[in-house]
């Protein structure tokens, strides 16, 4: 595998769901079937060792994004391949199910995401159980407690079961289990938004640390931009679906293209910034059931012409703006 | 897997709030006492009891159509009185009740294990799989139990003949009502897989290539196991009534081996005749237990039922 | 500033269990003046919404205060009965929760609950509240107020939602606003459009208004004073520019270096050791000294009581005379 490939790859994803009424109501109301195109024609590569962020606000498609990276939800289309291994080709089925325990996922909601009636060491110990990567008893409990310390908790924790402990210690069992299969990408979805400021920086900084340590490969969605700023060396900003912007950390923010980046970095609450004037922001999120045609940011953008209103925008050099595209934006 | 399984368990069950709710409520304390009761006496039956009402050989028609012992021709040591073939009533409550609960229990665990593995699969598999069983669970709703009890029950008759030995009667009305309560079971456990398919740590197992299968049995099922316990309370409650009903009837246990339903229906050729104490006791013993029963499972309903609370 | 509002005083909560009672708030003070916007920060569990819950006679039982007064523009209201402090609400206290659909009836259009919460509360005649209804949702910016004052909740986006739900609890003129996580389940750029709105509002009517969030960046925007919480207590409370850029409060001061920014970039967070401890082990003394870098004895045996630090007032043993930050 030469350097110069990228670690993960995805190319042209698409994924719509069908949200059509009924077959009854449709029939008797003579209604269309209708789909919702939560994920349209997204690409991004992404380097081994860097982190990079999906940010975008709810209806993004940066979840799903997420779901079909690591294999949980089937694409409709496009391709996604980590490490040069396709996770959509059934012909690639045998390599991906080795591939399977090196690509991993921190939830959301630390209180949902482990199996309540079961003891800490069990759920840390399921993956290295189920990919048969340790033999013996004691060898696993020796790694599992090897596991709990490395994120900061101690190897009698495991006696415990999950409601013993707080948000943020739950979401520290989450990694030690996302870790147990010796994991070399982790797809992270909102790993801190079910948490409290003070727990979400001891995360981050554990997310730190272990990349740094063991040359993890981080997919970090989040809606907070600040956490994205704080986490990512590349950027991706979502907008209905699509991606509007893609770039360093620095530049995004410091010198963001799209409009619609503009807008959500203006509107952003932020402690640095008490009492500033700002442009302000109109409208909301669309239906994505029936999202605008051309630039879907078109309705509330103030760069929109006649092209932006008909002609979808193509990603050209990391932007996804006529208006960027016809130096309208200066 | 072995070390899901707690050895503290009790340490654990004093310290819930089950415990807590359990120690609160006097009709659950009633009604597990009565059950406990009820439950012991049958166990003990073959034992405690003066004579083996199934055994011809043990009656003495001499003894025959005695009151019970408080009343003034009532004789030692009948101390609920003899029916007209001179068979202690005490004794036949007892077996009675010993042939009721093995068959409510016997049918829970039909009905529970056809409608938690019909329930399961529904709920996960999705599709026209589901949408078959459910529409077979809602056409069965429309229908009371005790009806496909009786056609079950009649269906196998006419199949088998009428000279079913008791044991093979005991199994047939065990099917009957497995065949008639499994809907509940299976709309509940359906239901409370979609919800528990869709949290996290059902994906997490699947991001490490469990089988659906393996996912079913290691994670969904123990989550669900709350209101399937509920359900199996009251509809034991519920199946020993239902047997009773169909014994009643004619249709259950024949009179050589009689459950608590079959002591009712011959005990009330008497009540004209002036011999209460032989339908009295057995309807007695069976409002008792179906009562105590129906308070734990009302209890527990309430108790692991967060919106109740 | 004139006398305030609000004014609450030694304010404790109680909650019954059946492990005793627990204080879910223990000794809070505090006041709001008029057209002022206080922010109520916090962890979960420091005891923010408890304390707006207990302002507006809103607590869930077995809660129940448990001591203190609270007294609206001079009077008390702690100790009304539930029927003078239902009147209270809606009239003299408005309320703006985190769902607007919890607030909005789905069945009603908006308009109607709109000329209820104003008709009781105001003398105005039918078609002089509804004149009333439509200049407040103009007044709040919501578009073709004549036309969508006759929709339904659900015809409205989540943003306008919350826009409907700020003209209920303005409707009747009240001298106090409690909000509690008004933003929170809206999308960032929906947010900033509230936060302007509820503060431009506030300005305009001269409102009293008490913003309870978890989220530093809101208050950082909206408000002009704010209070820290820590389990049950507030450690500090001042000037939002004081209390952001120079707390003084060991706890205050690793909750703002743990949130990230967008101006500061990559580098390590602060962090705090620890979580906040729960409602049944609430630590002796002073109740953040087991996650404190400066803690010392007293601290662990004698409760601190807030007393002035510059502008702010600070509930630190670090601020007794000698300062040893």
């Known amino acids: 595998m030469s350097a110069n490939t990228p670690y993960v790859q995805v190319s042209d994803l698409r994924r719509s769901f069908d949200v059509s009424k009924p077959w009854l109501d449709r029939v008797i109301e003579r209604l269309p079937r209708q789909s919702l195109k939560a994920v349209d024609g997204v690409s991004f590569a992404i380097a081994r060792g860097e982190t990079f962020a999906l940010v975008g606000e709810s209806g993004s498609g940066k979840s799903t994004v997420a779901r079909m990276v690591v294999g949980l939800l089937p694409p409709s289309g496009g391709e996604v391949s980590i490490d040069g291994i396709s996770m959509v080709d059934p012909r690639q089925e045998a390599a991906r199910r080795r591939l399977r325990a090196r690509i991993q996922m921190v939830f959301q909601d630390p209180y949902a995401s482990m199996n309540p009636r079961w003891r800490v060491a069990a759920i840390v110990a399921e993956p290295i159980r189920a990919f048969g990567l340790i033999e013996g008893e004691a060898a696993i409990r020796a790694r599992v407690g090897e596991l709990l310390g490395l994120v900061g908790l101690h190897a009698d924790d495991g006696r415990k079961y999950p409601h013993e402990f707080s948000g943020g210690q739950r979401q520290r069992i989450a990694i030690a289990r996302a870790l147990a299969s010796q994991a070399e990408f982790l797809v992270a979805d909102e790993p801190t938004s079910a948490l409290d400021v003070s727990v979400q920086a001891q995360i981050l900084n554990l997310m730190r640390d272990l990349q740094d340590r063991l040359g993890l490969t981080y997919l970090f969605i989040s809606h907070n931009l600040a956490v994205v700023r704080h986490m990512a060396s590349r950027v991706g900003v979502m907008y209905l679906g699509r991606l509007v912007e893609i770039g360093g950390g620095r530049e995004i923010f410091v010198n963001p293209r799209h409009p619609y980046t503009r807008m959500l970095l203006d509107a952003v609450p932020d402690l640095g910034r008490i009492g500033r004037a700002r442009i302000p922001v109109s409208g909301e999120i669309p239906n994505p059931i029936d999202p605008p045609p051309g630039c879907t940011f078109n309705p509330r953008c103030p760069l929109a012409n006649e092209r932006c209103r008909r002609e979808v925008p193509r990603l050209l050099d990391g932007v996804a703006c006529h208006a960027a595209e016809e130096g309208r934006d200066r | 897997m072995s070390e899901a399984i707690a050895p503290s368990r009790l340490g654990r069950f004093l310290g819930s709030d089950l415990w807590a709710s359990f120690k609160r409520s006097k009709t659950a304390m009633i009604g597990l006492a009565v059950t406990l009761l009820l439950f012991g006496l049958a166990f003990a039956a073959p034992w405690i009891s003066l004579q083996n009402p199934y055994d011809p050989a043990q009656l003495e028609l001499i003894n025959s159509n005695l009151p019970p012992l408080w009343s003034p021709e009532g004789q030692a040591p009948f101390l609920l009185g003899t029916d007209d073939q001179g068979r202690d009533v005490l004794s036949a409550v007892l077996y009675g009740l010993r042939l009721s609960l093995i068959i409510g229990i016997l049918g829970v665990a039909v009905s529970g294990t056809l409608g938690i593995a019909l329930g399961l699969v529904a709920g996960y598999v999705g599709g026209a799989l589901d949408t078959l069983i459910m529409r077979v669970a809602d056409v069965q709703l429309t229908f009371p139990a005790i009806l496909i009890a009786l056609v079950v029950d009649g269906v196998a008759k006419a199949a088998f003949g009428g000279g079913l030995d008791p044991k093979a009667t005991i199994l047939l009305i065990v099917v009957s009502i497995g065949l008639s309560f499994w809907v509940q079971y299976a709309r509940t456990v359906r239901s409370s897989v979609m919800v528990e398919t869709g949290k996290d740590y059902v994906q997490a197992a699947r991001l490490i290539g469990l089988s659906s299968p393996v996912i079913m049995v290691r994670h969904v099922l123990p989550n669900v196991t709350g209101p399937v316990f509920v359900i199996a309370t009251i509809n034991l409650a519920l199946a020993i009534i239902t047997e009773a009903t169909l014994s009643f009837l004619g249709t259950g246990l024949p009179e050589t081996m009689p459950s608590l339903g079959t002591l009712i229906r011959t005990g009330n050729r008497f009540l004209f005749s002036g011999e209460w104490w032989v339908v009295a006791f057995p309807g007695l013993a069976l409002a008792g237990l179906v009562i105590a029963i129906n308070l734990l499972g009302d209890w527990l309903r309430d108790a692991l039922n967060p919106k109740l609370q | ?325």
């Open chain 3, 1 to 325: 500033m004139s006398a305030p509002i609000l004014s609450v005083r030694d304010l404790a909560v109680a909650f019954e269990t059946r492990r005793g009672a627990l204080k879910a708030i223990d000794g809070v003070s505090f006041d709001i003046g008029q057209g002022e916007i206080l922010g109520v920060v916090g962890e979960s569990g420091a005891g923010k919404s408890v304390t707006g819950a207990a302002v507006i006679g809103l607590l869930d039982p077995p809660g129940r205060i448990a001591g203190g007064e609270i007294r609206l523009a001079g009077e008390r209201i702690d100790d009304l009965p539930p029927e003078a402090m239902r009147r209270l609400r809606g009239r003299r206290i408005g309320m703006i929760f985190q769902d607007p659909l919890t607030s909005l009836d789905p069945l009603y259009r908006v308009g109607d609950q709109l000329v209820e919460t104003i008709r009781t509360h105001t003398a105005l005649s039918g078609r002089a509240a509804r004149a009333r209804a439509i200049d407040l949702l103009a007044e709040v910016g919501i578009p073709a107020p004549e036309r969508r004052i006759d929709g339904y909740p659900h015809e409205f986006s989540g943003g306008m939602r919350q826009r409907v739900v700020i003209a209920l609890a303005l409707a009747a003129e009240p001298e106090l606003v409690i909000a509690d996580e008004p933003t929170t389940a809206l999308d960032v750029s929906v947010q900033a459009q509230v936060i302007a709105l509820l503060k431009r509002l506030c300005r305009d009517h001269g409102t009293a208004v008490m913003l309870v969030t978890h989220d530093m960046g809101v208050i950082a925007e909206a408000a002009d004073r704010v209070a820290v919480m820590y389990s049950g207590r507030i450690a500090e409370i001042g000037p939002v520019e004081a209390v952001v850029h120079a707390p003084r409060h060991p706890y205050a001061r690793g909750l703002m270096g743990a949130i990230p920014t967008l101006t500061q970039g990559e580098g390590r967070l602060a962090q705090i050791p620890g979580a906040m401890p729960r409602l049944t082990a609430i630590p002796p003394g002073c109740a953040f000294h087991p996650r404190c870098e400066h803690a010392f004895d007293r601290c662990r045996t004698e409760r601190p009581e807030p007393r002035a630090v510059g502008p702010s007032a600070v509930a630190c043993h670090l601020y007794d005379g000698e300062a040893v930050a």
